[in-house]
């Protein structure tokens, strides 16, 4: 089960809904080893397209130099679809390289930048195995929730 406190689930949306019509792309990081999903760093798309997500990789790196250096690791790894489902595509899937992350999709397809719900689903991808799970979304993070 993915948990995440609400500041950082509105977070992510409005990203999505602010990159719409092209996809965004980020990560929440955590404390290594915990789960716990607690520093959300928007990235930037830079493929800069409607149907695909490319994290730059000098800010990718500079990110993860960031995390060793805080002991942290990527607990989500998200990205939004802009006309499709929140169900990782085959592209996707394939890159998926962190066994350990909550993969999150976003979906705008249904009211794009505007107000209005989005599909906000989250995965475990492990050697091509996609695998859906709960999400649940609560005020604040506590060591126990």
Known sequence: ?????????????????????????GIVAGPEGSD???????????????TFYEFDSSELLALYKEMWAKDEEPVVIYHSHTATEAYPSRTDI?????????????????????????EFRSYRIIDGDVTEEPVEVVEQLTESA
């Open 94 to 118: 394939g890159l998926a390289n962190e066994p350990g992350a909550h993969y999150v999709l976003v979906s705008t397809r249904e009211h794009g930048n505007s107000d209005g719900p989005v």
């Open 36 to 50: 716990a999903a607690t520093r959300h760093v928007p990235m930037i798309n830079a493929a800069g397209s409607p």
């Open 1 to 25: 089960m993915l948990r995440l406190d609400q500041a950082t689930y509105d977070a992510i949306v409005a990203h999505a809904k602010r990159d719409h019509p092209d996809e965004a792309c």
